[in-house]
């Protein structure tokens, strides 16, 4: 059999592993339809023992409204709130997330600051 010779198969061979390499990329960063359907609103609140992440779904921001003014308010009327506890987990497929953990109580008298929180992970919403 007759070797061939030149650039056009060097080029051939490169082009289809650059081909591959971007579909498994793209494969790769594909978003996840669980993950894009509601947003999922992240805050962190702050009390004298510890530090907590919770979400609000879209019933709660129906319900609170989307903002940390609004939560306060609420929290203050209603002397507590009660919202999903979210932590950093793994997903099915192993990577990370923010995934909510429980349904918590959050006391006015407990409270000392909210802040609104940017995730840098997907945020699951909760089950």
């Not at 010779?5 to 494969?27: Q, Y």
């Not at 019933?59 to 903002?67: K, P, R, V, W, Y």
């Not at 909510?100 to 929180?117: G, H, M, N, W």
Request: a positive charge.
């Amino acid at each position: 059999m007759p070797r061939i010779t030149g650039i056009a198969p060097v080029l051939a061979r490169r082009a289809a592993i650059a081909s591959l390499t971007a579909a498994w990329v793209g494969w790769q960063l594909r978003p996840e339809p669980a993950l894009a359907q509601q947003p999922i609103l992240l805050f962190k609140v702050i009390s004298p023992r510890d530090e907590v992440m919770i979400g609000l779904t879209a019933a709660d921001q129906q319900s609170i409204g989307l903002d940390v003014g609004a939560l306060a308010k609420r929290l203050v009327a209603d002397g507590q709130i009660t919202v999903w506890k979210y932590v950093v987990g793994r997903g099915p497929n192993g990577d990370l997330r923010h995934v909510a953990q429980a349904k918590i109580a959050v006391l006015r008298s407990d409270t000392l600051r909210i802040e609104p929180y940017a995730p840098a992970l997907p945020v699951a919403p909760p089950p």
